[in-house]
């Protein structure tokens, strides 16, 4: 016969994992669509689906941790994200010190036309994080 698993631990019910129905969701993007979706900002155009950055429709060459990087930061828009949030969700368990930080984020600045001082893009609250400042489409 048929064993009654009620009680036993780490049974779950099998409503709490069915499998999402978007016509139950009206318009409201699943949040992995969302994720993908291209993030537009002055001459630049981020497209995380292509890992691309476009500025007036050419690519921009960078390494993919500062995609990465200027992909959270941007998806994030208006956002204080903290140095230990960036390290935590873009790096997850691999360790990587401040200044390989600090170096990526110099990169991404580069990339979208910043630098220390013009902080248009990505700007630093000091002590706390970064912050996407820019405004998106």
């Keep these: 016969g048929s064993r009654d698993l009620k009680g036993v631990a780490g049974v779950r019910d099998l409503v709490d994992v069915a499998p999402r129905d978007p016509a139950r969701e009206g318009d409201v993007p699943h949040p992995d669509e969302r994720a993908d979706a291209v993030i537009r900002f002055g001459e630049f155009e981020l497209d995380p689906a292509a890992f691309e950055l476009r500025r007036k429709g050419t690519e921009v060459e960078m390494e993919p941790q500062v995609f990465d ?11 204080l994200v903290t140095k230990e949030q960036l390290l935590d969700d873009v790096w997850g368990d691999r360790f990587v010190s401040e200044s390989s930080l600090s170096s990526r984020i110099r990169s991404a600045r580069v990339a979208v036309g910043d630098d220390g001082k013009r902080q248009a893009v990505i700007k630093t609250v000091h002590g706390r994080g970064f912050r996407f400042v820019a405004d998106v489409d």
């Design 69 to 79: 990087v200027l992909r959270y930061l941007a998806q994030r828009a208006g956002d």
